[in-house]
C-alpha cells in the first residue's frame, strides 16, 4: 500500500491532530484553575473585592477552555481501541490501569465539583464553593500524573514482563510504573509547563487591558500573579527539562541525539545552535555548535563521550535486528529546539515585565503607582521606557500567550516522534501497533470528521475567548457579595433566578 | 468468583451507573424539543441537568477505561470493530458538551438555537446507538480466531441490534421525563408527567419484545430473574407516573434500567463478546482478561474510590435538590 495512506500513517496523524489539540486546552485548564482557586482564596480570605471580580473573570476564561478540553478528552480515552487495537491487546494489561486510576479517581472528581462550582454560587456558602474549585484543581494535576505515569511506560518501559503464552506485556509493579523517574520527572516538567502556559495567558490578557488603561485594579492584580507564575514555572520548566533531558540521555539516547543531529559519537560532544544536515547520509553540511555543553547536558560533565545516532542505530540493530532505529531527525531537532525556544521566550518576557513593573525596589518614589494606576514601565532606577517602548512591551506581553502553548506543542511532538519507530521503547513497534482490522476508508473518514470538528470547534472557542477577555471582569451584583449560608441555598426567595444558568 | 468475574461485575456496575445517569439526560436533551413550549422551557430543561451531565459522563469513561485495563481484548475488539459507530457517538459528545457549556455564552438568537438544536441530537443519536451496540454485544457479532471483528457496519444494523436503539432511546426518553417531572416547577410539570405516561407505554413494548427475545435467543434463568424485575419495575415507573408519585416512579425507572442492563450482562456471561462465526472464537471473561495482579490493583482502586465517588456525586444531586422553574431563569440571555 501506498505508504502515504497506510492505515500506520493515518492512524499515526489521526493520534497526533487530535492529541496536540486535545493538549492545547490541557495545560491552560491545569494552571488556571488553580490560579482561578488561588484567586478565589484571596477572595474569601481579604474580602477584597478585587479578587472576586478577578475570579468570575478568569473563571469564565477557564470554563471555556476546559470545556473544549473535557470533550476532545473523551476521544483519547476510546482512540487506543479504535486505531490501536493490537497496542491495546499488547500493553492493556499495563497501560489500562493508569487509565482506568484517572477516570475512577480523577476525572469524577474534576467532573463532579466543576458542576458544582459552576453552579454553586448560590447554593453553597462561600467556603465549601472554594473548596469546590480546589478539588478542580486536585482532579486537573491528578489526571495529569495518571497520564503522564502511563505514557512514561511508553517511554521507559518498567514493572513488567513478557507472557510468552498470551503474547502480550503484564503487569508486575504498579508501584515502579507510577513513581520510575521516568514519570516523576517527566509529571514536573509537565506541571511547570502548563503552568508557564497559565502564567504568560494571564500577563497576555492583563496587559491587553492595561495597555488600555482599563480594569486596572483587577488587572495590575492579574498582572502580577501572572508574571510571578510565569517565572517560576519557566525556571522550574528549565530544571525540570535539564532534569528529564537527563534521563532521557540514559533511557532513549536515540532520542537526544536526534535533538541534537550529533551524527557521531563525540567527547566533549557540542550543543547544536543550528543545524542543516543530509538524513541519508547521516551527516551535518553545515552546523554552529557550542563546545562540551551537550556532555554537560547529559552527563554534567563537560568532557564526557555522547554516543551519536550512528553509533545508536547500529547498536539496536544487533539488539533488536535489523532496520532503520532513527526517528525523523528533522522534526526531533527543531521540535527541540521551538520548545526550549518559545518556553524561554516566554521567561525572558516574563521576568522583563517583573522588572520593569517592580513596585519599589530601586524605583524613584515618583514613579510609583497606585492599585488604581497602570505600572509604570521602568528600566533604571529613574527613567521610565518612553511610551512607544512601553507600548511595545504590552504588544509583546499579549502576543507571548502564545509562546508557551507552542512550546508545549513542540515538546510533545519531539518528545512523541523522537522514540520513533517504537510506540512502547524497545518493546513495541509503531508499525506493529495499528488496529489491523479498521480500513483505510474507516480512519480518512474519522481523521477528516475530527480534524474537520475541531476546526471548527476551534473558531467557535476563540471567538468566545475574545468576546469574554474584551469585556473585562464583570460588575459585581448583590447577590456576588451576600452568598448563602445554607448548603441547598438560601430559603430567603425561592423565586429568586439562577445565579448562573446555561 | 475469580476477580474476572468481579470485574466482569464491575463492568456491569460502570454502565449501569452510566445509563441510569446519562439516561436521564439524554431524556432530557430529547425533551428540550418534544415539551418545552418556548426557549425558557427550553433552558429550564437544561438546567435540571446543568450541574450533573458531566459528572454523569464519566461514567463512560471510567466504564472504557476499566475495560480497556480489565479486559484490553474486549476493549480492542470491541472499539476497534464498532469504528463508524462510536465515531459518530464520540462527535456526539463532543458536540453535546459543548453546547451545554456554550449555549448561553452569547445573546444572539441564532447561536442559541444552533446549540438548541445541537443539544437534542447528540442526545437522541447516542441514546439510540448504545442501545444498537449492546444489541449487537449480546447477540454475537462477526469475530475471527485472532480476536478481530470481521463484519461490516451494515451487519450492525440488525433488527434486533435495532430494537436495542429504540428501546434504550424511548427507555431514556421516559427515564428524563421523569426526572424532568421530579426536578421541574410549574407547568411544565404536569407536562412532563403526562408526556412520561404516554412514553412510558411506547417503552413497555418496545422493551417487553426485546427482553422476550433476548431471553428466548441467549438467555438463563438469572437472566429471566432481572427481566422480570425489569418488566415489573417497568410497570410500577409507569403507575407510579399515573399517579404522580414523581420520586417513586423515578425510583423505579432507574430500577428498569439497572435490571434491563444487568439482564444483558446476565446472558453475555461468561461471554464479553460472543463471535456468530464460532462459538470457540467468542472473547470471554477469561480469554479477554487481565492477569490476576493487574485486576487485583484495580479491585482495590475500585473498592476504595467507588464508594466515594458515588457519595460526592449524590450530595452534589442534593445540593441541587430545588426544583427549578421559570421564574428561576434570569433574563439576560
Request: proline residues 4%; neutral net charge.
Amino acid at each position: 500500500m501506498d505508504l502515504a495512506l497506510a492505515p500506520e500513517t493515518l492512524a499515526r496523524w489521526q493520534f497526533g491532530i487530535t492529541t496536540v489539540y486535545h493538549f492545547l486546552f490541557v495545560p491552560l485548564t491545569i494552571s488556571l484553575a488553580a490560579l482561578t482557586a488561588g484567586l478565589q482564596t484571596a477572595w474569601v480570605r481579604t474580602e477584597n473585592e478585587k479578587y472576586l471580580r478577578a475570579t468570575k473573570f478568569w473563571g469564565k476564561l477557564f470554563l471555556i477552555n476546559i470545556a473544549m478540553g473535557v470533550v476532545t478528552g473523551i476521544v483519547q480515552e476510546f482512540q487506543f481501541g479504535m486505531n490501536w487495537s493490537d497496542y491495546s491487546r499488547f500493553v492493556g494489561d499495563i497501560f489500562g490501569a493508569p487509565l482506568a486510576f484517572e477516570a475512577l479517581i480523577a476525572f469524577f472528581f474534576e467532573s463532579t465539583f466543576i458542576g458544582l462550582w459552576i453552579f454553586g454560587w448560590d447554593k453553597l456558602p462561600k467556603r465549601i464553593h472554594l473548596a469546590c474549585i480546589w478539588m478542580v484543581s486536585i482532579g486537573t494535576i491528578l489526571s495529569a500524573y495518571f497520564i503522564l505515569a502511563a505514557n512514561s511506560w511508553m517511554q521507559h518501559p518498567v514493572g513488567y514482563r513478557i507472557n510468552e503464552e498470551r503474547g502480550r506485556a503484564e503487569l508486575t509493579d504498579f508501584w515502579q510504573v507510577l513513581t520510575q523517574n521516568t514519570a516523576l520527572t517527566q509529571f514536573f516538567h509537565t506541571m511547570t509547563a502548563a503552568f508557564l502556559v497559565g502564567g504568560a495567558f494571564m500577563v497576555g490578557i492583563s496587559a491587553f487591558h492595561l495597555a488600555r488603561k482599563k480594569h486596572i485594579p483587577v488587572m495590575r492584580t492579574s498582572l502580577r500573579l501572572g508574571l510571578i507564575t510565569l517565572i517560576i514555572a519557566g525556571l522550574g520548566t528549565a530544571i525540570s527539562g535539564d532534569l528529564l533531558g537527563k534521563v532521557m540521555f540514559k533511557q532513549q539516547p536515540m532520542k537526544m541525539a536526534a535533538a541534537e543531529a550529533l551524527w557521531d559519537g563525540e567527547a566533549p560532544a557540542p550543543f547544536s545552535i543550528f543545524a542543516y544536515g543530509d538524513v541519508d547520509k547521516g551527516h551535518n553540511k553545515v552546523a554552529i555548535e557550542i563546545p562540551g555543553l551537550l556532555s554537560f547536558l547529559a552527563n554534567d560533565d563537560f568532557t564526557s563521550y555522547v554516543p551519536g545516532i550512528n553509533d545508536i542505530n547500529k547498536a539496536e540493530q544487533e539488539k533488536f535486528g535489523p532496520g532503520d532505529y532513527r526517528p525523523n531527525i528533522p522534526v526531533a531537532y527543531w521540535g527541540f529546539r521551538w520548545m526550549i525556544g518559545f518556553g524561554m521566550a516566554s521567561l525572558t518576557i516574563g521576568m522583563l515585565g517583573l522588572w520593569l513593573t517592580r513596585k519599589k525596589f530601586m524605583l524613584a518614589p515618583g514613579l510609583r503607582t497606585g492599585e488604581d494606576e497602570v505600572p509604570n514601565l521602568v528600566l533604571f532606577k529613574r527613567k521610565a521606557l518612553s511610551p512607544r517602548l512601553g507600548k511595545w512591551y504590552w504588544i509583546v506581553a499579549l502576543w507571548t500567550m502564545a509562546f508557551p502553548l507552542i512550546a508545549n506543542s513542540w515538546g510533545w511532538i519531539f518528545t512523541e516522534m523522537g522514540r520513533q519507530p517504537w510506540v512502547v521503547y524497545g518493546v513495541l513497534r509503531t508499525r506493529d501497533a495499528v488496529s489491523p482490522g479498521t480500513t483505510t476508508g474507516e480512519v480518512l473518514t474519522s481523521m477528516i470528521v475530527f480534524t474537520a470538528l475541531y476546526a471548527v470547534l476551534a473558531v467557535i472557542e476563540v471567538k468566545l475567548l475574545v468576546k469574554y477577555i474584551k469585556a473585562g471582569p464583570p460588575e459585581l451584583t448583590e447577590n456576588d457579595l451576600n452568598p448563602p449560608t445554607k448548603i441547598g441555598g438560601d430559603s430567603r426567595d425561592p423565586d429568586r433566578p439562577m445565579a448562573f444558568s446555561y | 468468583m475469580e476477580l474476572h468475574d468481579v470485574w466482569f461485575v464491575l463492568i456491569a456496575v460502570l454502565w449501569i451507573g452510566y445509563f441510569f445517569l446519562e439516561g436521564f439526560d439524554f431524556g432530557v436533551g430529547i425533551l428540550t424539543k418534544l415539551l418545552a413550549r418556548d426557549r425558557v422551557e427550553k433552558r429550564v430543561l437544561i438546567n435540571t441537568i446543568g450541574p450533573v451531565w458531566d459528572g454523569n459522563e464519566v461514567w463512560l469513561l471510567t466504564a472504557g477505561g476499566a475495560t480497556f485495563a480489565a479486559f484490553p481484548e474486549w476493549y480492542a475488539t470491541l472499539f476497534s470493530g464498532f469504528y463508524l459507530p462510536l465515531l459518530i457517538i464520540l462527535v456526539c459528545l463532543i458536540v453535546r458538551g459543548v453546547a451545554f457549556e456554550y449555549r448561553a455564552k452569547r445573546p444572539e438568537e441564532n447561536w442559541q438555537r444552533n446549540w438548541e438544536q445541537a443539544i437534542f441530537w447528540t442526545s437522541l443519536i447516542p441514546a439510540f446507538l448504545w442501545g444498537v451496540a449492546f444489541g449487537n454485544i449480546v447477540r454475537g457479532v462477526k469475530i475471527d480466531a485472532d480476536m478481530e471483528f470481521v463484519g461490516t457496519f451494515w451487519e450492525l444494523l440488525n433488527p434486533y441490534a435495532l430494537l436495542g436503539g429504540l428501546v434504550t432511546l424511548t427507555l431514556f426518553t421516559f427515564h428524563g421525563a421523569v426526572f424532568a417531572s421530579l426536578k421541574t416547577v410549574g407547568d411544565i410539570r404536569g407536562r412532563a408527567r403526562s408526556l412520561a405516561f404516554k412514553l412510558g407505554l411506547v417503552t413497555a413494548v418496545l422493551a417487553l419484545g426485546f427482553l422476550i427475545w433476548t431471553q428466548i435467543d441467549t438467555g438463563d434463568s438469572w437472566s429471566l430473574a432481572a427481566m422480570l424485575i425489569a418488566v415489573v419495575s417497568l410497570v410500577g415507573a409507569i403507575g407510579a407516573i399515573k399517579a404522580g408519585r414523581e420520586g417513586w416512579s423515578f425510583a423505579l425507572s432507574g430500577v428498569t434500567i439497572t435490571a434491563a442492563v444487568a439482564m444483558l450482562f446476565l446472558a453475555l456471561f461468561p461471554d464479553v463478546m460472543p463471535s456468530s462465526l464460532d462459538p470457540e472464537w467468542s472473547l470471554t471473561v477469561t480469554n479477554a482478561s487481565s492477569s490476576p495482579y493487574t485486576l487485583k490493583i484495580m479491585t482495590w482502586c475500585a473498592a476504595i474510590a467507588t464508594p466515594l465517588v458515588l457519595l460526592y456525586q449524590s450530595w452534589t444531586y442534593w445540593v441541587f435538590r430545588k426544583r427549578i422553574g421559570t421564574q428561576h431563569i434570569a433574563d439576560a440571555h
